[in-house]
């Protein structure tokens, strides 16, 4: 099989429109989804983008990976789903980027700059898009097409100041048309690869940035959504409330930006409920905009006679707030953070209309997607292959899920100021059950939520007395968790006095 690799940028886990979230317009996705698997408590290991898609992509949870931000490089010797697939014979294709810059040690031979340093070894760069230098290829194309392109990576994507609303009163279009857009832009990159492609089998690997702020887009999605249509964000407790629950929280409610969501800086206590509907209308309708290019995507399998044999997968790196809690964006340890679709198809490997509830991870796709295309995995992975839950309706992989989060903040040090934190304690860990939600601050106090009696994650309860026997199951359930997969703390290999060398990793002798 061949296999197409779709990530969306900041796609929240319920933003399908077969979750039945109010004002989701996707119907590309949907019929994917409903003609494979789709799995509906899926979740993302890590935040910023960078240490979200190199855990997709290595199959390695963070704390093994070790690349904590955007700007991290990541750590040489680590093989990522392109290698895997190169050295099967496929021919590998990425459309945008990873977000997961190369090793010093292995930019030996590549100029300085050469886009291939911004990301995963393994791939042909078919079209890049990288805000490393200011999205060149597209600013190119806009300015060929005869607009006249702002300066600046965040200006680029920005309407003019006279701009006006759609007649659904929706913040004004961008300036360019949809057919220009850099979602439109990058899908015109994706389909010409797949009408190109040779007789090799072939692993596209698409990335677009939408619906990741700014929040704009073109016409007629800008106003394609009914701003009354859409849901206000969930705050069932006040702002106040939220940044006295826990000083990471607050911490995160006075460094967040509002203006790439709202066109301006404004203190989230003062918004109005238009504007929240208006904001998020227009983040609909860019996921509306992505699932009409992931349509144009699919009919070119079609066209080309590849649609049966190739495996297509829809996820996210990480989700987004909205302004649920109220925070927005992807710095939180709230579910929105981290909870992403996935969708899986395939006529001929996966049956239509499977819908799983069980925890699935970002650590699961590089097993999958061996196991799926008939591929030995010869190198460790922290994720299991989800094939069995596609045979096994009552099959799980796991009782609870786990992401992590790195908020050193270089090269500011923003929070770690705020907080009064040295760098090497400002992480934390959280662990997710379908009961309680337990995050394992280093240098901060810990953080529980009951998720059966508050589901919106209102009431950090870790110091009242009748759950203190909670939070010690779950620190334990933590401190397993990273025993049984921190790479760093014990070898794999074991020498049997004068006999062989032993990876347990591979479960096969090799000779020492």
Request: aromatic share 10%; proline share 8%; with cysteine.
């Amino acid at each position: 099989m061949n296999l197409l690799f779709i990530v969306a940028d900041q796609w929240r886990g319920d933003a399908l429109g077969i979750t039945g979230t109010p004002g989701v317009h996707t119907p590309h996705l949907d019929r994917l989804a409903s003609e494979g698997a789709v799995f509906t408590a899926h979740y993302s290991q890590a935040s910023p983008c960078g240490p979200a898609r190199a855990s997709m992509l290595t199959g390695l949870y963070m704390m093994n990976h070790r690349q904590v931000g955007n700007w991290t490089p990541m750590s040489p010797g680590l093989r990522n789903i392109a290698q895997h697939l190169e050295s099967a014979g496929y021919d590998c294709g990425l459309v945008g980027y990873t977000d997961t810059p190369m090793a010093a040690a292995a930019l030996r031979d590549v100029p300085a700059d050469a886009p291939e340093r911004w990301i995963c070894p393994g791939f042909q760069l078919i079209e890049p898009f990288l805000f490393s230098q200011g999205f060149s290829n597209w600013r190119a194309h806009l300015s060929k097409r005869g607009y006249d392109v702002p300066h600046g990576n965040s200006r680029i994507f920005l309407p003019p100041a006279h701009a006006t609303a759609g007649t659904h009163g929706n913040f004004p279009p961008a300036y360019y048309a949809a057919e220009d857009s850099d979602t439109a832009f990058l899908a015109d990159a994706a389909i010409r690869f797949i009408e190109s492609a040779g007789a090799a089998p072939w692993f596209l690997h698409f990335n677009c940035l939408r619906p990741h702020p700014p929040i704009v887009a073109p016409a007629p999605y800008h106003d394609l959504i009914r701003a009354a249509d859409v849901e206000l964000p969930c705050r069932p407790a006040p702002l106040q409330a939220v940044a006295d629950a826990h000083p990471l929280h607050a911490a995160f409610l006075k460094t967040q930006r509002l203006k790439e969501y709202f066109g301006r800086d404004v203190a989230p206590d003062a918004i109005p409920e238009s504007l929240e509907r208006k904001m998020r209308a227009t983040y609909f309708g860019n996921c509306a905009e992505v699932d009409a290019n992931i349509g144009r995507i699919v009919n070119a399998l079609h066209e080309a006679g590849v649609y049966d044999e190739t495996l297509i997968v829809f996820t996210s790196d990480h989700g987004d707030q909205l302004g649920d809690n109220w925070i927005y964006g992807r710095r939180s340890a709230f579910d929105a953070h981290f909870h992403v679709p996935l969708v899986l198809h395939n006529p001929a490997h996966i049956p239509a209309g499977i819908t799983r509830d069980t925890f699935t991870e970002h650590v699961d796709l590089l097993p999958t997607f061996l196991d799926l295309l008939g591929i030995k995995q010869n190198h460790h992975a922290d994720g299991y292959s989800l094939v069995p839950l596609l045979d096994d309706d009552t099959a799980t992989l796991r009782d609870t899920t786990h992401f992590e989060l790195d908020f050193r903040d270089y090269p500011t040090r923003e929070l770690p100021k705020i907080l009064g934190l040295d760098d090497g304690v400002c992480n934390a860990s959280i662990v997710r059950s379908k009961h309680f939600k337990y995050v394992h601050c280093a240098g901060l106090p810990p953080m529980l939520f009951d998720l059966v009696q508050d589901p919106a994650e209102t009431r950090n309860v870790a110091a009242q007395t009748r759950y203190a026997p909670i939070v010690t199951e779950y620190a334990q359930r933590m401190l397993d968790w990273r025993l049984a997969h921190q790479q760093e703390a014990f070898t794999f290999h074991h020498q049997v006095y004068g006999d062989r060398l032993v990876d347990s990793r591979r479960k096969h002798d090799a000779q020492g």
